[in-house]
């Protein structure tokens, strides 16, 4: 009962820890930038869904509202700042690292616009479903139904994406422009207007990882940061080619994250993540699915 019950634990944070990898892949495979400003759109998003809560009283409701702002707030940075850098920016030459240096510079920014508005307090974005966990047989176990709203919430995310990358034309233009830019150019592909949307695709994701993990914690300016390092790792891990791999470097972070803490303790909350990453790299540097065969497979 010990190790379902550390195997359920670790589902949960793991369906969050695919969301947050699957955002930052998106902006990856588009643009070859690590956006670390995602946790940065997260927050901004979920306190959006915070208010739109407090005005109608349902939380359901605050989930759309969130996961728009996000998709608006990513679009908006890629055209407004992120499209003006990569113009500017040179192979070999250090203005190349400007986008990724100006994604943490948006991270501080909008840290520093919610904490004006919103003040640094801690506040509860509470959801209308129970945290206690599932009685089954007289034992209790560590699976509540927020953490069902969180899994099916993140499998049916993750279900979206799966269709619009495989089945659509939009996602056949995301794909042909991550990979081959110019040669998309020359067929037509608007490859500038298709790296917004998939930067808005990472911002609607980023926030859905909000507004579900927000509930089981607290929101504030901050809440978010250790989701970001969570969902890098999760990414390099999966391999930052794949959304596949995101999704399956999420799982194996949450589950050996759960193991960890049951069996060795909270002492090395923070350095499990690298832990794993190290493990795991030692085996495939590329991460999983970090190849050929996984670009393909993505």
Excluded: C
């Excluded at 070859?32 to 407090?54: D, K, P, W």
């Excluded at 919430?153 to 081959?180: E, P, W, Y």
Aim: hydrophobic content about 55%; cysteine-free.
């Amino acid at each position: 009962m010990l190790i379902l019950d550390t195997l359920l634990i670790g589902l949960s944070s793991g369906a969050i820890y695919a969301l947050m990898a699957l955002a930052l892949v998106l902006v990856w495979r588009s643009t070859r930038v690590v956006n670390f400003a995602q946790a940065g759109q997260a927050i901004l998003s979920t306190y959006i869904g915070y208010e739109v809560m407090n005005r109608t009283h349902s939380y359901w409701i605050s989930i759309p509202f969130a996961i728009i702002a996000g998709g608006a707030i990513a679009a908006f940075i890629d055209a407004v700042i992120m499209r003006a850098l990569a113009k500017r920016s040179h192979k070999g030459s250090v203005a190349e690292i400007a986008p990724v240096i100006a994604t943490l510079g948006m991270l501080g920014l909008i840290r520093s616009l919610t904490g004006a508005i919103w003040g640094n307090e801690y506040l509860q974005y509470t959801s209308p479903v129970s945290g206690k966990g599932y009685l089954i047989g007289g034992h209790t176990i560590p699976f509540s139904p927020q953490n069902t709203v969180i899994v099916v919430g993140a499998l049916l995310v993750m279900g979206v994406f799966a269709v619009i990358f495989k089945f659509t034309n939009l996602g056949l233009a995301l794909r042909a422009a991550s990979f081959q830019p110019e040669i998309s150019r020359l067929a037509g592909i608007r490859v500038d207007r298709i790296r917004t949307i998939g930067w808005a695709f990472a911002g609607s994701a980023g926030a859905v990882a909000g507004a579900l993990v927000t509930p089981t914690s607290y929101l504030s300016p901050n809440s978010l940061d250790l989701l970001l390092v969570s969902g890098f790792v999760a990414a390099v891990i999966g391999g930052l080619d794949s959304l596949i791999g995101a999704v399956l470097g999420g799982l194996i972070l949450g589950v050996g994250f759960a193991f960890i803490l049951q069996y060795i303790g909270t002492s090395v909350t923070f350095s499990a993540a690298f832990i794993i990453l190290i493990v795991v790299l030692f085996v495939r540097p590329r991460g999983i699915l970090g190849s050929k065969v996984g670009r393909r497979d993505a």
